[in-house]
T-cell receptor
Framework: DTAVSQTPKYLVTQMGNDKSIKCEQN?????MYWYKQDSKKFLKIMFS???????INETVPNRFSPKSPDKAHLNLHINSLELGDSAVYFC?????????????FGPGTRLTVT | RKEVEQDPGPFNVPEGATVAFNCTYS??????FFWYRQDCRKEPKLLMS???SGNEDGRFTAQLNRASQYISLLIRDSKLSDSATYLC????????????FGRGTSLIVHP
């Protein structure tokens, strides 16, 4: 079974559209994250949710809105897509209640905005 | 100064070589340290955690130097399959645990 899964794997869309990316983890973790990896391969955290509550919200345009219906899911909705949003988006999860905070990543969603 | 810095490389080494990467961090309150590996067009995967006393996992050795605020990764007897980007991750606690990734060091192992 896949520990952290994301859908879709590839997403090609036009500027101005609204799209969502879904993420699910079956590891029993209480914290989930969204990262953006740009063309220069820099992996930057966007959001983090702990037990369905937002705990990290880095400088991200408000066109990006995360939604966590439960501990196992963290979806990312993007409004009015722009060319600069093209990147690979990774979902991840971790346990933050213990000593170790290793993160487990999903396979990524490659978003291309044309 | 960037929070987590790595030499982007690439480090180009022959099979069997020993190679070492360093990663410096700026937040002295950092608590957890990791090395991740990322293959081309794949997700990052945990390689190893870094403990204060240093730790070893097969051909890989990780060390932490809190005084100088850096962590290191040593790879012995490099294999072709070690070719990847190695990401340093530092987690700080300021009420929430914030992981910060370095930009990664590219390793190319050639025959």
């Amino acid at each position: 079974d896949t520990a952290v899964s994301q859908t879709p794997k590839y997403l090609v869309t036009q500027m101005g559209n609204d799209k969502s990316i879904k993420c699910e983890q079956n590891l029993g973790h209480d914290t989930m994250y969204w990262y953006k990896q740009d063309s220069k391969k820099f992996l930057k955290i966007m959001f983090s949710y702990n037990n369905k509550e937002l705990i990290i919200n880095e400088t991200v345009p408000n066109r990006f809105s995360p939604k966590s219906p439960d501990k196992a899911h963290l979806n990312l909705h993007i409004n009015s897509l722009e060319l600069g949003d093209s990147a690979v988006y990774f979902c991840a999860s971790s346990r933050t209640s213990g000593v170790s905070y290793e993160q487990y990543f999903g396979p990524g969603t490659r978003l291309t905005v044309t | 100064r960037k929070e987590v810095e790595q030499d982007p490389g690439p480090f180009n080494v022959p099979e069997g070589a020993t190679v070492a990467f360093n990663c410096t961090y700026s937040n002295s309150a950092s608590q957890s340290f990791f090395w991740y590996r990322q293959d081309c067009r794949k997700e990052p995967k945990l390689l190893m955690s870094v403990y204060s006393s240093g730790n070893e996992d097969g051909r890989f050795t990780a060390q932490l130097n809190r005084a100088s605020q850096y962590i290191s990764l040593l790879i012995r007897d490099s294999k072709l399959s070690d070719s990847a980007t190695y990401l340093c991750v530092v987690t700080s606690s300021g009420g929430s645990y914030i992981p910060t990734f370095g930009r990664g060091t590219s390793l190319i192992v050639h025959p």
